[in-house]
């Protein structure tokens, strides 16, 4: 979960961690988040359809699912 919950609308959805699967509903990729960075709040997902590693916005306000 996601440190600053002070957002009521990425408070009601779980935040990746490093190690989670995520699946993201609109452009259906799945991926492994194997990083994040704090300073910009992103994360690095090795997306496994097209085997590219993607920067993402780590604040989840329902475009992604953690598996």
Excluded: E
């Excluded at 440190?3 to 993201?24: H, L």
């Amino acid at each position: 979960m996601s440190k600053d919950n002070a957002d009521p609308f990425t408070a009601q959805f779980p935040t990746a961690v490093v190690g989670n699967w995520v699946y993201f509903t609109k452009t259906k990729v799945t991926g492994l988040v194997i990083a994040l960075d704090d300073k910009t709040g992103g994360m690095r997902v090795h997306c496994f359809g097209s085997m590219r590693v993607r920067w993402y916005v780590n604040k989840n306000y329902g475009q992604y699912k953690v598996l």
